[in-house]
């Protein structure tokens, strides 16, 4: 039997409320895995789950969306299995569900993305993504924007959700030392979905690329999520 609780958490971790739709599961029986882009690419991402038992492939899911409701109608204990590559079989004790895999070849390719340097590091805790989910509600704006600054005992990181010429929420955080950043825009509205799906993390890092990269880095015991954001390139 599969806790499929474990498989609804890592379709969350990547569909991030509809984001990503077209991905490509791999699995070698002992860890589950999948690389990720969204329609924009401007997000890149990937999840892993250990110690998992899961069938042995490369499964092409074109519509996350579907498969998450479809695992909805069964209870958390179920049978997973895999016909001919081509199909997943879920049951529980009372319910049967098909899912149609698609070819591989269709889902979008992922490119690699290398180590920076230079980067700004924050440590991320729950106070902080609360902080930011309900700033970014309240305001409505879908871009922040990224600052450096001097604090009272270190150097800081500012965020800006809005802009001077409407609503706007500022607060800032502790952060390591690096080259300056003066209002950076990011994409306010992803940034609040990867925050909302990767609650009650043990560890979680946020960094900055003076370049125009944000990276997020969650773990969640066997499961762990990574994310990277470019900067928004028309403002």
């Given at each position: 039997m599969t806790d499929k609780r474990v498989i609804d958490n890592f379709i969350s971790k990547y569909h991030l409320g509809g984001t990503i739709e077209r991905i490509k599961w791999v699995s070698d029986g002992e860890c589950l895995k999948a690389n990720f882009i969204n329609d924009s690419q401007n997000l890149v991402g990937k999840v892993k789950t250990g110690n998992f038992k899961f069938p042995v492939g490369e499964f092409g899911i074109y519509s996350t969306s579907t498969l998450s409701k479809l695992l909805g109608i069964l209870e958390n204990e179920v049978m997973f299995q895999v016909e001919k590559n081509a199909k997943f079989i879920v049951a529980d004790t009372?319910?049967?569900?098909?899912?149609?895999?698609?070819?591989?070849?269709?889902?979008?390719?992922?490119?690699?993305?290398?180590?920076?340097?230079?980067?700004?590091?924050?440590?991320?805790?729950?106070?902080?993504?609360?902080?930011?989910?309900?700033?970014?509600?309240?305001?409505?704006?879908?871009?922040?924007?990224?600052?450096?600054?001097?604090?009272?005992?270190?150097?800081?990181?500012?965020?800006?959700?809005?802009?001077?010429?409407?609503?706007?929420?500022?607060?800032?955080?502790?952060?390591?030392?690096?080259?300056?950043?003066?209002d950076v825009p990011f994409n306010a509205d992803i940034v609040k979905e990867i925050f909302k799906h990767n609650k009650r993390f043990e560890t979680g890092t946020l960094k900055i690329n003076p370049k125009g990269l944000m990276t997020f880095a969650f773990k969640f015991g066997d499961l762990e999520t990574s994310y990277y954001l470019v900067r928004n390139q028309n403002q």
């Open positions: 009372n319910v049967d569900v098909k899912f149609n895999l698609a070819d591989p070849q269709v889902i979008p390719s992922v490119p690699s993305i290398k180590e920076t340097e230079g980067d700004i590091e924050v440590e991320l805790d729950e106070e902080f993504t609360t902080k930011f989910i309900k700033s970014k509600d309240a305001v409505g704006e879908d871009v922040f924007y990224i600052s450096t600054q001097e604090g009272f005992t270190s150097s800081e990181i500012k965020f800006t959700i809005g802009n001077s010429s409407s609503n706007s929420v500022s607060f800032a955080v502790k952060s390591t030392e690096g080259e300056e950043l003066k």
